[in-house]
């Protein structure tokens, strides 16, 4: 695992297009910074296409070393978890407001 880089060094990664070194299952694979992460990708997350996914985020290398790794579901989380805090992201963080919602009513 890498070091994690601050967030400016994270957006400057994500500006230039590079990739940041994860493990999995004790390999090194390299991915897409989780902010420069396309809708398209996370919209087959969303619906559980993990291979098209991954496809998507992970280099064409470790794309095929993620298929000969065939990792567990418990592997691949704690590899998108590290994926999120190497780029300076967290993942499954709404930064929407906290605010609690008020109702409003017409009159």
Known sequence: MTDTPSPADAQEIEA??????????????????????????????????????LEDVLSPD???????????????????????SSSGDTLGKSSGSTRPSRSTRRK
Do not use: I
């Not at 470790?62 to 999120?84: I, K, Q, V």
């Open 16 to 53: 230039t297009g590079h990739y940041v070194a994860v493990d999995l299952c004790g390999k090194t694979l390299e991915v897409v910074p989780t902010g420069a992460w396309r809708q398209s990708a996370m919209r087959k997350l969303r619906v559980g296409d993990m291979d098209g996914f």
């Open 62 to 84: 470790s794309y095929e070393r993620y298929l000969e790794l065939d990792p567990t579901n418990d592997d691949l989380n704690a590899f998108l978890e590290t994926a999120g």
